[in-house]
């Protein structure tokens, strides 16, 4: 036993180095998370006794936000949902709001397939089918190619109607705004008027 204990003594004084290492490494990280923790706990009862402020540096009140999307209620709840508002379906042309502006559907497309096989939309709205079902034709343009040349039938780049043509609901607004169409900002810079008075009188 003392033979073998006096060959390995190297190795038993290098487990007995390396165990006593880890010992003190493990105290030593328990003391400072002790440490630690208490450092932060300090702050969590100050705020818990103090009252909770109403400018805080963002000018919010907890986590209160002005977004219409969530209607003013704070992030950390829950929005009850809103109703499923319902298509307009009048069927009447609506004005444009801007020149260029893709029309809005005026008529629910509720079930219309609109895919690689088929377009239910040019049913109607396609020029040879335009007269018989009173709809407005397609834009020449639609039949026109990236290099400006006319095809025979609607181009592959419009086919897909509702990229840019959308349906309207009777939603309230969810974010109000001021906006005035060409029209009535030029009969407001030929009366000398701002804008918003030239739309009071025409209302």
Request: charged share 25%.
């Amino acid at each position: 036993m003392s033979n073998s204990f006096t060959r390995n003594r190297p190795l038993w004084i290098a487990g007995g180095i390396t165990v006593g290492l880890m010992v003190l490494v493990f105290i030593a990280g328990w003391l400072f998370g002790r440490a630690d923790e208490k450092k932060h706990e300090r702050p969590r009862e100050v705020a818990a006794t103090q009252p909770a402020r109403a400018d805080s540096a963002l000018g919010r009140t907890d986590l209160r936000q002005l977004d219409g999307l969530r209607r003013g209620i704070p992030v950390d709840q829950e929005a009850a949902p809103q109703p499923l508002w319902r298509v307009q379906n009048a069927d009447v042309r609506r004005v444009r709001a801007y020149p260029m502006q893709p029309p809005t559907i005026p008529h629910a497309i509720d079930g219309y397939q609109v895919d690689k096989n088929s377009n239910r939309c040019m049913l109607c709205h396609a020029r040879a089918n335009a007269e018989k079902f009173q709809a407005p034709p397609v834009s020449v343009t639609h039949y026109m190619d990236r290099d400006d040349q006319f095809l025979a039938s609607i181009s592959p780049r419009r086919y897909f109607c509702n990229q840019c043509h959308v349906v309207q609901t009777d939603a309230p607004l969810l974010v109000g705004n001021k906006f005035q169409d060409i029209d009535a900002v030029l009969a407001a810079a030929e009366a000398g008027t701002s804008t918003a008075e030239a739309a009071e009188r025409t209302q």
